[in-house]
């Protein structure tokens, strides 16, 4: 029952009863009017259709109201469950296998709450105390409807009796003796009727027309023995009347109407009006017929006499006879509307007082608008209890104590390596010796405690935290002895790989892995044992051998005695030579470390320490300069660091499916000289003390540390000398001690000295102090609408191309020093209540303080929860937020652009979101993607009755799809990743990638179609193979997707006097991709290989079969065709390119 009672159309049905009162009044009080109006020019008959067209009026109205209630209102979300997602404390062996992935054909999904119960908010306590208030008069439309549906049940049920009792007249008629057959015959045909049934019936008292499609006219018997034969004349001819104005039909419908609008005062007297009416315009055919008025109004009288009880329900009655005889006799014209119950008139009243009555009441405080005073506090409470949030969140020192034992129950004899994970922090612990206690130590409110010692499998256990501290925990690690893991590596035709060098990766939990980079090589059988392990656990392997492709493994398993055989792939080497920069002679010995590789949107630093950076050649460069780049993988970009013996160290980047390269570099730069410590501060004699330098290569970017171990002599002073440097900035560091300093130069023989808790050069004279920047007061006034508070709070500024920092507003004005000729930007971003454009000024001198206005205008905030689909694993990103706003005169969705937006992270369960300001009286939806799932809100208002909205947002668990990715021959594409591209409605495009394993297969889990959009699967271009573009229509599993050859176009842009325009660079996109699709956000390998040559030529090699759009920066538009078109045929090319094309692209500067 209260379901039912809590059903949303109740109370859209309650409220269009209740506007259906004043609607009914109104309709009556305009139906009043025109009769008054026409009373002496109205007929009846007029007047019975103006009643009739008011009645079905006021039918319609409500059906109309509720279609009105329904469009008016934004489409309401789904009531999502609250779901916190947690982890279970990992088990001492392998972890359960993945869960079965979704069914093609699931629909429907069913989410387990972990949690009920979402942390409280101030905000919710206001909204109830203010709810609390109103919620029985709210209430008032629901038991109004409830009240109205029983009502209209009982007059159903008596109105079906009613039509029982009356279509059982029809079987105890008889038909009337020859006689009275032959003058009914006749009077019939005299009213222009035929084929009318006429029973004679003994019950009835007055004669009645039954039935609405085959109607029968009903005479009574008493009144064929009591009256004259003109009198029944008179009496007939008023039923044939009826039938010929169709009366019964329209009786019908007015009796529908008057039993659904029972509860409406003005519905039952426009329904006494119509009857009333209705006989009138029947007696005026009577006497046009007859002419005899006194002997038809001796009829009627007589006959009244002998009425009996009637049900009302007949197609006619009798009607007001004392109004009616007058009328007849010609005593006076009644125009009013005489058969209205002289109770409607305080029944309208107390009807339409009743209405507004509920309307005031039942509308809650806070859906009404609010004054600004109420706006800002309700906003301010949801933005600190955020806040408080937020603040709690920030990860609290806890600890844990625990024992490590084996899986039989016996004490390690091994000292083990502890691993503590906790909230954003990792710490490690030598050694848990036999017997001993061992404390971790982490941050947050969970830790993770794991060990992956030499001879036992990786362990991992979460230490608990039930005791009184709540801070101290306590765990047991129980290990296990495992197998050894094999890993075997082969080419394509199975031969070993030896001397491969591998780093590994095991995952226990989220964000709990352990990783091991040490000396992993394969021997000569191209085998390597990482460590011990259990089955089920899932490793990660980067592999580098020279001559092969440098690739990641994702999810391997091991069996016990079973070797895992991995694949590799051979490269193509990148081939090109190093030359001295000033004499242009060849450099022989050059090495190439990797410091940085990056795949898709991934980056994997190896390097910025320089003792770990893998090499990326086999062999140095020979006597000739030449170097071959052997390990690259086509997918992948390296950020290299180039060093060779007499020479500074160079920072290039290079893709791993480059041409020909060649590479200079400058002579090197060397710094040198001594550090002294007469304090004995950090040095000691003859102790090794470690030296740090870090050179960072300035515009051309990276960054190296490099390492060095000195000795002090006796008194406290050790050399020191970096070589193979580079210009750039150089950052000198002994432990916690720097010194920096701008090296353009070589720097000898310098001395530094430790005192004072810092690390002086004193060769070098300290920098004088700058002088104090010119700055000028300047005083922001923001200006709030009138009657409005003052704005108080804090305001974003950029002062002189600095951070965002924010700055105190009292009352509306805000006082900062800038610089002078700088510039101050202003903005929005996070302040509460009001919104303001974002504005910058320049800072230039004057007198006194800068003065810079800023009307402001009310808005509102958008904040929720975000729930995490079934099986979420904390410590994944957080989710991306995109704020959509309806734009009226560009007549679609586009995504708010501004600083305004912060997705906050709530405690381990979720996320939490909160937008301030938005403008009010304005449509926004929210999409949200994690990962490979999205979902949306439906759209809905920000205004001044709900300047705080609360969405909050659920991810439903989706569908996994699966599939194969294959290479032009038909064979598995071995690594590589995958990329999800989504466009939303508002044109943007996000993208996740995904791991493409080495058997070509994939995996997009959580896969939700339900959201507006445009989904395709990219996969980049390699060396001779087209980027693969596949657009995604739903759910459909698995997905075979195979990659083509790639085709080269050639052609030429010139300018309109025909000269070859140089630097010009060109995209391509298919002309099945929607022309508002970015194909750049889609695949960047569809462009040209380089920018156009000083003759104007192009050449792109990556392109598919297929038709091309062009595409170039904003410079240059087209001077053929359409030029803003880019489906003209002039504007594209084709791959591959038909016999004797020559494209040639003529442009002109906007």
Not at 179 to 192: D, H, T
Not at 832 to 858: N, Q, S, V
Not at 1121 to 1144: F, L, N, R, T, W
Request: one cysteine or more.
């Amino acid at each position: 029952m209260s379901t039912f009672l809590q059903s949303p159309w109740l109370k859209d049905l309650g409220w269009v009863l209740v506007h259906s009162l004043w609607q009914g009044a109104t309709l009556w009080a305009l139906l009043a009017l025109v009769f008054a109006v026409g009373r002496h020019h109205l007929s009846a008959a007029a007047k019975h259709r103006l009643a009739w067209l008011t009645l079905t009026a006021l039918a319609l109205v409500p059906v109309i109201t509720m279609i009105w209630m329904q469009v008016g209102k934004p489409e309401k979300p789904q009531p999502a469950q609250h779901v916190y997602a947690s982890i279970a404390p990992a088990a001492s062996k392998s972890p359960a296998p993945p869960p079965p992935a979704a069914s093609p054909e699931k629909s429907d999904v069913t989410v387990v709450p972990l949690s009920t119960a979402p942390p409280t908010r101030p905000t919710d306590a206001f909204v109830v105390a203010e709810a609390s208030k109103t919620s029985w008069v709210a209430q008032l439309p629901i038991w109004f409807a409830t009240a109205w549906l029983a009502g209209l049940t009982l007059l159903t049920i008596r109105l079906l009796f009613g039509w029982r009792w009356i279509a059982g007249l029809k079987h105890t008629g008889t038909d009337p003796e020859p006689a009275w057959l032959a003058q009914f015959v006749e009077w019939a045909n005299r009213a222009g009727l035929r084929h009318v049934r006429v029973l004679v019936c003994p019950a009835l008292g007055v004669p009645l027309v039954v039935g609405w499609l085959r109607p029968v006219i009903c005479f009574p018997a008493s009144l064929l023995s009591r009256l004259s034969l003109a009198e029944v004349e008179s009496l007939m001819l008023h039923e044939l009347a009826h039938l010929k104005r169709r009366d019964p039909l329209l009786q019908f419908w007015v009796t529908v109407v008057e039993t659904l609008l029972f509860h409406n005062p003005a519905a039952h007297a426009l329904a006494s009006t119509v009857r009333q009416t209705g006989e009138l315009a029947c007696d005026d055919l009577v006497l046009q017929w007859k002419g005899d008025g006194k002997t038809y109004a001796r009829a009627l009288a007589a006959a009244e006499e002998w009425r009996g009880a009637q049900f009302a329900l007949a197609a006619t009655g009798m009607g007001s006879l004392k109004h009616r005889i007058q009328r007849i006799l010609g005593l006076g014209e009644h125009g009013r509307l005489t058969s209205l119950p002289e109770r409607f008139g305080i029944t309208s009243v107390a009807g339409i007082a009743l209405y507004f009555v509920v309307c005031g009441l039942a509308v809650p405080r806070i859906a009404r608008a609010l004054t600004p005073e109420e706006r800002i506090t309700v906003i301010n409470q949801e933005r600190e209890a955020l806040k408080i949030t937020e603040d709690n969140a920030a990860p609290q020192e806890i600890k844990a104590t625990g024992t490590v034992r084996t899986a039989d129950g016996s004490k390690p004899k091994e000292d083990i390596g502890l691993t503590a994970w906790s909230k954003g922090y990792t710490s490690f612990y030598s050694g848990n010796r036999v017997g001993q206690q061992e404390t971790v130590r982490g941050k947050g409110s969970r830790m993770h405690v794991g060990s992956w010692t030499p001879g036992y499998a990786p362990a991992i256990t979460q230490a608990t935290f039930d005791g009184p501290d709540k801070n101290h925990g306590a765990f047991e690690l129980v290990i296990e002895r495992g197998f050894p893991a094999v890993l075997k590596l082969v080419d394509k035709d199975g031969q070993p790989i030896p001397d491969a060098e591998l780093s590994c990766t095991v995952y226990l939990a989220p964000e709990c892995d352990f990783y091991r980079q040490g000396p992993l090589r394969t021997d000569a059988a191209g085998t390597c044992i990482p460590g011990n392990t259990l089955e089920g656990l899932s490793f990660r392997f980067d592999i580098r051998a020279y001559g092969y492709q440098w690739n990641r493994f994702q999810d391997v398993r091991f069996e016990k005695d079973k070797p895992v055989t991995l694949t590799l792939v051979k490269s193509t080497p990148i081939v090109g030579t190093v030359a001295d920069a000033r004499t242009q002679q060849p450099i022989a010995g050059v090495n190439v470390l990797c410091e940085m590789r990056r795949r898709d949107n991934g980056a994997f630093n190896h390097g910025y320490g320089y003792g770990i950076m893998p090499r990326m050649n086999a062999e140095p460069s020979d006597a000739q300069g030449k170097l071959a780049l052997n390990i690259c993988h086509p997918n992948d970009t390296y950020d290299l660091l180039l060093e060779a013996p007499g020479y500074g160290r160079k920072f290039v980047q290079m893709g791993g499916e480059s041409g020909v390269f060649k590479f200079e570099l400058e002579p090197e730069l060397v710094f040198s000289g001594t550090i002294e410590d007469p304090e004995k501060k950090v040095m000691r004699k003859d102790s090794n003390i470690y030296l740090r330098l870090d050179q960072d290569f300035g515009p051309s970017g990276g960054a190296v540390d490099l390492p060095l171990s000195v000795k002090a002599d006796a008194s406290n002073t050790a050399s020191f000398e970096f070589r193979q440097l580079s210009p750039g900035k150089l950052k000198l560091r002994v432990y916690e001690k720097e010194w920096e300093t701008d090296f353009t130069s070589s720097m000898k023989d310098l001395r530094f000295r430790i005192e004072d808790g810092t690390l002086k050069c004193l060769s070098i004279p300290e920098k004088a102090t700058p002088s104090a920047e010119a700055t000028r007061e300047v005083e922001l006034v923001f200006t709030t609408p009138k009657g409005s508070p003052p704005f108080n709070g804090e305001v974003p500024l950029v002062i002189k191309n600095s951070t965002v920092t924010s700055h105190k507003v009292t009352d509306g004005i805000c006082r900062v020093r800038a610089p002078l000729n700088t510039q101050l930007n202003i903005y929005s971003g996070g302040i509460t209540g009001y919104r303001f454009d974002r504005k910058w000024e320049k800072i230039e001198a004057g007198d006194g303080p800068l003065h810079i206005d800023i009307p402001m205008e009310p808005a509102g905030a958008i904040s929720g929860d975000i729930r995490m689909y079934p099986g979420f694993q904390v410590g994944r990103s957080d989710p991306y937020l995109i704020l959509l706003k309806y734009e009226d005169r560009a007549g679609e969705w586009q995504t708010v652009h501004n600083d305004s937006g912060q997705l906050l992270k709530v405690l381990d369960h979720g996320s939490r979101f909160f937008i301030s300001p938005v403008s009010l009286n304005a449509r926004y939806r929210i999409l949200i993607r994690h990962d490979t799932s999205i979902t949306a809100t439906p759209e809905f208002v920000v205004d001044e009755a709900t300047p705080l909205m609360r969405k909050d947002i659920s991810f439903p668990d989706g569908d996994t799809l699966r599939g194969t990715v294959l290479q032009p021959d038909g064979t598995p594409m071995e690594g590589g990743n995958i990329y999800l591209i989504y466009k939303e409605p508002a044109h943007r495009i996000t993208s996740s990638n995904l791991p493409i394993k080495s058997d070509g297969t994939f995996e997009l889990p959580h896969m939700n179609f339900d959201v507006d959009g445009l989904y395709y699967l990219s996969v980049p271009a390699t060396r001779g193979i087209a980027p693969l573009i596949a657009r995604l229509n739903g759910p459909a599993s698995p997905l075979r997707l195979q990659r083509e050859s790639a085709n080269a176009v050639e052609g030429v842009v010139v300018g309109l006097d025909g000269a070859p325009l140089q630097g010009v660079k060109l995209h391509f996109a298919p002309v099945e991709v929607p022309t508002q699709t970015s194909f750049v956000d889609i695949a960047d390998s569809l462009a040209a290989d380089s920018p156009t040559d000083a003759e104007g030529k192009f050449r792109v090699s990556t392109l598919p079969a297929g038709k091309f759009r062009v595409f170039f920066g904003w410079e240059y538009i087209w001077a053929t065709g359409d030029q803003h078109s880019m489906d003209d045929p002039a504007h594209m090319v084709e791959a591959p390119m038909p016999a004797g094309k020559a494209y040639k692209f003529v442009l002109k500067k906007r």
